[in-house]
Every structure is written in C-alpha cells, then in structure tokens.
C-alpha cells in the first residue's frame, strides 16, 4: 500500500530555487526537466535534464536550480511496496531518465489521479506508479543508449502513428538534427531494425487492419497507407506477408 501526500508535474520555480532537508520524512521522487544541482556524497554536483533521483525517509534531501529557471516533477509518499522499498534503483543519487516524456505523463497522470476522489483512484495510483518504477528501472538498468534515445523514441512514436506520411531517411535525420548515415546507425542500435524498416512494417500492419476491417479497395487502402504506386505495394505486402492484399483480405474475412 502506497500514501501519496503530493504530487505534481511541470512545476516551475525560479532561479534561486532550493531544497534543503537535513532528514527526509517520507520517500520523494524528484524528475528534472531542466539542468539541476544536487548533494551527491558529500558534494554538490550539477546534473542535466531529464535526470531522476530517489531519496528514501530519513534521507538528506538538497537540490537547487543552476539556471535561470527550475522545472520538475515530484511525488512525495509513504509505502510498504517491496518493489519501491527494496528497489534496485539507486537511492540520492540522479541518473538519467531515457523516455522523459513517458514518464512525465505518467507523473501527470499520478497528480491527476491523487486530486480527485474516484471510486478506483487508489487501484490506478498503484498501477500507475508501479508503471513509473519499471520504466525508471529501464532507463537506470539501460547504458546501450545513444544520447539521442529520446528524440527517437519520439520519432518512432511518430512513425507508428502516421506510417502513411512521406517518411524519408532524409526528413528523419533533419528533424533530429542528425546525418542520414548516424540517424540509421543509431535507429538500429535502439531499436533492432532500420528506420525505413521500421516505416514499411507499420505501414503493412495498418494495411492489414484496413483489409480486415474496412471495405476501401486495394488502391484506397495503398494510398492510406503512404504508397503512391498500387504495384509497390502489392510486391511489398507480399514480401512481408507471403500473400497478396487480396489474398490477405479474403483469408481475414472468411
């Protein structure tokens, strides 16, 4: 069981922002989004964005801002949670976060849940923070990761809503600022495929959703799906499915 006593996202502070607690009374989860300063064995360290930091009770807290302006999330709480209290994660020491924003709306979401009385609020504030952890244990337990993890990621997410846009090696490495030649070599070390891959697999997954479940002709669905040629398509599907759309599509529905 788990008693949040606060919880908030995107709080801003100014520049001269400062914790200091000599003695935790209660657990306390800080996420940065901007540059931030913490005590770190018996010395003040600055750290970047996006860096995470648990203390446990009894704790010595201290952070401050190091710019011009300080942004974080935070949650203060008490717990008997095995998975919190005997966590692997390192307690007063900050790591980087490598999904920031996932885990910034999961932090959102926990604020939300925690300022309202709904009937299942305790059961999704659990769910939700038990979320919270495992993707904190991903990113402390993950050291693979190019600096660029999470403007991929948020390039992925892109691509697996949108597979029918014009995607391109070319556009993908302009918006991350990055060359064609690292954006692909980067791209397959997070994720084990290709970028290009990656946009022709989720445009034959949608391509299988609409044959199944709609009555747009092959033409319609291929254009949908970001092809300009039916014929590209067709060879395409066929080489990832071992079928032709046609086929697919009276299979799906028999």
Known sequence: MTHIYYAESNVVHTGNFEIDVPVGSHWLLVITKTPAIFWVQGELREYPANSAILYRPQQKVYYKACAEHYVNDWIRFETREPYITE???????????????????????????????RDYKQSSLDCLLRTLFNKLLESYFRHDTPPQYANLLKLRLAIQQNPGDHWTVTRMAEELRVSPGYLQTIYKKAFGISCMDDVISHRIRLAKEYLTHSSRT???????CGYQNV????????????????????QAIS
Do not use: W
């Open 87 to 117: 966590t692997a994660l390192p307690c007063g020491q900050p790591f980087t976060v490598q999904d920031p924003d996932y885990c910034h709306k999961l932090v959102e979401l926990i604020a939300i849940e925690h300022n309202y009385n």
């Open 218 to 224: 092959v033409a319609e669905i291929a254009a949908r």
């Open 231 to 250: 014929e590209h398509f067709c060879r395409q599907f066929k080489q990832y499915t071992g079928m032709t759309p046609k086929s697919y599509q009276k």
